[in-house]
């Protein structure tokens, strides 16, 4: 069951820049934390960035001083900027969120990054 909407996918060249956003149901300062998987084609799903309810950020090292996650507790959202991106980052891009120990997920967007 789908609770969180992504948007934000698309096309981009390498070096290039990506805004993803996660728009979560109710209350986003309820949730322990917010999170970004993705997962590449005969990959498994790994964890790309997590903000927790302190603001305190988690990020792979594949992403790292590349990537930025952020939320708007006003606007219950998460989003994940990312630059100078690659041909590996390329990959379906995850939501999820632990709403007291719910685990909430969403459909994914693709992101694609060629010239």
């Known amino acids: 069951q789908v609770q969180l909407v992504e948007s934000g996918g698309g096309l981009v060249q390498p070096g290039g820049s990506l805004r993803l956003s996660c728009a979560a149901p109710g209350n986003t300062l309820s949730f322990y934390y917010m999170s970004w998987f993705r997962q590449a084609p005969g990959k498994q799903r790994e964890l790309v960035a997590r903000i927790y309810n302190t603001d305190r950020t988690e990020y792979s090292d594949s992403v790292k001083g590349r990537f930025t996650i952020s939320r708007d507790n006003a606007k219950n959202t998460v989003s994940l900027q990312m630059s100078s991106l690659k041909v590996e980052d390329a990959a379906v891009y995850y939501c999820?969120?632990?709403?007291?120990?719910?685990?909430?997920w969403g459909q994914g967007t693709q992101v694609t990054v060629s010239s």
């Open positions: 999820e969120a632990n709403n007291a120990g719910l685990i909430l």
